[in-house]
């Protein structure tokens, strides 16, 4: 191994992820050297990464793109006024974004009566958004499909809570859709766990609405069933809104939409707070 010269080595880490360039750079002196050069860890950055850096409150120096790659993976990176927070996933170098409620389009947001915006020290963000009391609730979520990774299909989860007073938000499951270019994927999510039988029943009524909406909208796509909420670990809960792929061109100058909503009913419904949305690699496509 040693035999090899530094250049065909560059040559072959250029096809690995970076946790791989990380275990090669054991094999040999030749490996270690061009495992920790620029060129390797530049193609792991994004291609924006100057951009995304500079836009942040606190962008820092770095010695080395390796050191900037760890950095970006060990700790989100606020940007556009905070509005915003940024990550590499460690493993393959796929980019994360969450999308902060001030990001997003709350609908009801800047009536007081209805919404309050406030700060919570467990938040990433300045702010979060509070529901007091609503009949209408719909959150819809926007980005540029070039400022994430090709050839990735990417979740998308809300980012909530509820307060000890929340009420009116378990009667019936959200619509969730997620729009992409001509495609449509729609579904439900439950901001609270229903039992095994309200599920049930759920699936019947709302699979035969889906669908009649679905020939409605006369758009390619499907739908799924409704996803449930999790523990995240850090003090929020989180549902999967759905899903999208983003293909080999990175997905050009396209856009994916994202949406939660529960409109028709009109049952009041308050104590959700809204951190934001997160789109984050599900796994890489071949």
Known sequence: MNALPESCVSAILSFVSPVEACRLSLVSATFLSAADSDVIWARFLPSDHVHIVSSSAAPGKFSSKK??????????????????????????????????????????????????????????????AELRSIDRLKIEGNIKTKALSPNTLYGVHLIFKLSNRAFGLDLRPFKTSIEMGSR????????????????????????????????????????????????????????????????????????????????????????????GIELRPKSLVQ
């Open 67 to 128: 050191e900037l790659f760890l950095w970006l993976c060990l700790r989100p990176l606020l940007i556009d006024g905070g509005r915003k927070s940024f990550k590499l996933e460690r493993s393959s170098g796929k980019v994360s974004y969450i999308l902060s409620a001030r990001e997003l389009s709350i609908e009801g947001s800047d009536d007081p009566s209805h919404w309050i915006w406030k700060t919570l020290p467990e938040s990433r963000f300045k702010e979060v």
């Open 184 to 275: 449509v994927r729609l579904g439900t999510a439950h901001l609270q766990c229903p039992d095994q039988k309200k599920r049930h029943l759920e699936a019947l009524m709302y699979a035969n609405r889906l669908e009649m909406l679905r020939k409605h909208w006369q758009v390619e796509g499907d739908h799924r069933g409704g996803g449930v909420p999790s523990d995240r670990g850090d003090g929020w809960m989180e549902v999967e809104v759905g899903e999208f792929l983003v293909g080999g061109d990175g997905g050009g100058d396209g856009e994916v939409k994202m949406s939660l909503s529960q409109v028709k009913g009109y049952q009041l419904k308050g104590g959700l707070v809204i951190e």
